[in-house]
């Protein structure tokens, strides 16, 4: 089955600690992206990419970092730069061809500062 | 600056009732819109889509209506169901643009009294 995987599901980290995120997809989607969720927030976008090897900055890129070295992989680096990072962290992708048609998500991950 | 807003954080209906969930967007340029469906821990499942050049789309017990001189749409659930209880994200983009992504609301949280 074709789908997009977000790994781990919960992850805990230390302050002053990197940490990365891991998102695969593998429905040939060119585009992927990095969202974060927070309480009465929405979803606000991080970083995302059109292609490999290029990525733009989104909305609230401060603290974070990713790469677009395969198609199918687009990991995101929490780093200790990030204020806030406790949050719930979805990524997606999508067929550049079709646009915002076939937008699918990942289940997510949650990410504690203790 | 929102660009999509879902002015009411929340809304409860009785089971068997209509829900009438509200979207409004300041961006001239969106012309395609769609609605997402989230549970708590998991990532947004599409709901139902509409572009522009329509006013109305049906899936279902799921209409969405576009009102584009008022800059506002309306998801419509009925009957609604106690499974319709879930978080729901507007979501416009502007299809035609070179780097199209997807611009979320702060989504209203339904709940479906049985």
């Known amino acids: 089955d074709g789908g997009i995987t977000q790994s781990p599901k919960y992850l805990f980290r230390k302050e002053g600690q990197n940490v990365t995120l891991s998102c695969e997809q593998n429905?040939?989607?060119?585009?992927m992206y990095w969202y974060r969720q927070d309480p009465g927030q929405g979803l606000r976008l991080i970083y995302y990419?059109?292609?490999?090897?290029?990525?733009q900055k989104g909305d609230i890129a401060e603290g974070y970092s990713v790469s677009r070295e395969k198609k199918e992989s687009f990991p995101l680096t929490v780093t200790s730069a990030q204020k806030n990072p406790t949050a719930f962290y979805l990524c997606?992708?999508?067929?550049?061809?079709?646009?915002?048609?076939?937008?699918?998500f990942g289940s997510g991950t949650r990410l504690t500062v203790v | 600056d929102q660009q999509v807003k879902q002015n009411s954080p929340s809304l409860s209906v009785q089971e068997g009732r209509i829900s009438i969930l509200n979207c409004d967007y300041t961006?001239?340029?969106?012309?395609?819109f769609l609605w997402y469906k989230k549970y708590p821990a998991e990532g947004p499942t599409f709901l139902i889509s509409?572009?522009?050049?329509?006013d109305k789309n049906e899936d279902g017990r799921f209409t969405v209506f576009l009102n584009k001189s008022a800059k506002h749409l309306s998801l419509h659930i009925v009957p609604s169901q106690p499974g319709d209880s879930a978080v729901y994200f507007c979501?416009?983009?502007?299809?035609?643009?070179?780097?199209?992504?997807?611009?979320f609301g702060k989504g209203i949280t339904l709940s479906v009294r049985p």
């Open positions: 997606a992708s999508t067929d550049r061809g079709r646009r915002v048609w076939g937008y699918t």
């Open positions: 429905l040939n989607h060119d585009a």
């Open positions: 990419s059109q292609i490999v090897n290029d990525f």
């Open positions: 961006n001239s340029m969106f012309d395609y």
């Open positions: 509409i572009s522009s050049i329509k």
């Open positions: 979501a416009a983009s502007a299809i035609s643009g070179a780097n199209s992504k997807l611009t």
